[in-house]
């Protein structure tokens, strides 16, 4: 076999061979592809709400009776007294079964739209004193006792709200509570304020950046850039 045969075999074989290697060897290729991805933002909202409330004077009251160990320290009961009332018991029955002996002891609030001269009307039988504020302002047979009396007083109020406190005791025999004020003491208008957060989610829309790598033949990575 003369060397130009040789060479034209070598040639073939040579062609042959990065034939099959271009058809059949893959290749690594990068490819980039983007995607929408939809996700939730949170944002608060704040919202404020303003009521008006109609306020009156409401007396909370707790009843006690005496007891040879306590004294009067034994708690009985609680109801509710109006703003201003006058009870007279008599020798009846002053609260459930109780007739004498027994002590109250009352919490409500007034409001003073300005400063000034207030009047104030207490009566008891035995003894009574009003508190204002925590203060004694007045006292009506407290350590005497005695037959149902009434008596007033001015006192002088900053404008606001005030917080009263009525003491009251009976020992036996006739009995009667009575307190009264200025009427324009009783009612009042407060402001209520109240704040809510609310959590409103929003969509957001973001590109997202994905790299793939795929494995295809070279001859067709030379086919895609032609």
């Given at each position: 076999?003369?060397?130009?045969?040789i060479y034209l075999i070598i040639?073939?074989?040579?062609?042959?061979?990065?034939?099959?290697?271009?058809?059949?060897?893959?290749?690594?290729?990068?490819?980039?592809?983007?995607?929408?991805?939809?996700?939730?933002?949170?944002?608060?909202?704040?919202?404020?709400?303003?009521?008006?409330?109609?306020?009156?004077?409401?007396?909370?009251?707790?009843?006690?009776v005496y007891d040879n160990t306590?004294?009067?320290?034994?708690?009985?009961?609680?109801?509710?007294?109006?703003?201003?009332?006058?009870?007279?018991?008599?020798?009846?029955?002053?609260?459930?079964?109780?007739?004498?002996?027994?002590?109250?002891?009352?919490?409500?609030?007034?409001?003073?739209?300005?400063?000034?001269?207030?009047?104030?009307?207490?009566?008891?039988?035995?003894?009574?004193?009003?508190?204002?504020?925590?203060?004694?302002?007045?006292?009506?047979?407290?350590?005497?006792?005695?037959?149902?009396?009434?008596?007033?007083?001015?006192?002088?109020?900053?404008?606001?709200?005030?917080?009263?406190?009525?003491?009251?005791?009976?020992?036996?025999?006739?009995?009667?509570?009575?307190?009264?004020?200025?009427?324009?003491?009783?009612?009042?208008?407060?402001?209520?304020?109240?704040?809510?957060?609310?959590?409103?989610?929003?969509?957001?829309?973001?590109?997202?950046?994905?790299?793939?790598?795929?494995?295809?033949?070279?001859?067709?990575?030379?086919?895609?850039?032609?």
């Amino acid at each position: 076999m003369n060397k130009k045969k040789i060479y034209l075999i070598i040639s073939v074989l040579c062609i042959l061979f990065v034939f099959i290697f271009i058809l059949i060897i893959p290749v690594r290729v990068m490819k980039v592809e983007e995607k929408e991805k939809i996700f939730k933002i949170p944002k608060i909202e704040r919202k404020s709400d303003i009521n008006i409330i109609k306020k009156e004077t409401i007396w909370n009251v707790k009843w006690y009776v005496y007891d040879n160990t306590s004294g009067y320290n034994k708690e009985i009961g609680k109801e509710k007294f109006p703003g201003t009332f006058k009870y007279y018991w008599d020798k009846d029955y002053i609260y459930e079964n109780y007739i004498d002996w027994v002590r109250l002891e009352g919490e409500a609030y007034i409001y003073a739209r300005r400063g000034g001269l207030y009047r104030f009307y207490l009566g008891a039988d035995d003894g009574v004193r009003l508190l204002l504020n925590g203060n004694v302002v007045m006292s009506y047979q407290w350590s005497s006792g005695g037959s149902y009396r009434e008596t007033y007083k001015d006192i002088n109020l900053t404008k606001g709200k005030h917080k009263l406190e009525l003491h009251y005791y009976e020992k036996y025999a006739e009995a009667g509570l009575m307190f009264n004020c200025s009427p324009e003491l009783l009612y009042w208008e407060e402001t209520l304020r109240t704040v809510v957060d609310t959590t409103i989610y929003y969509d957001s829309i973001s590109i997202e950046t994905d790299t793939i790598f795929k494995n295809v033949p070279l001859i067709k990575k030379i086919l895609d850039i032609f």
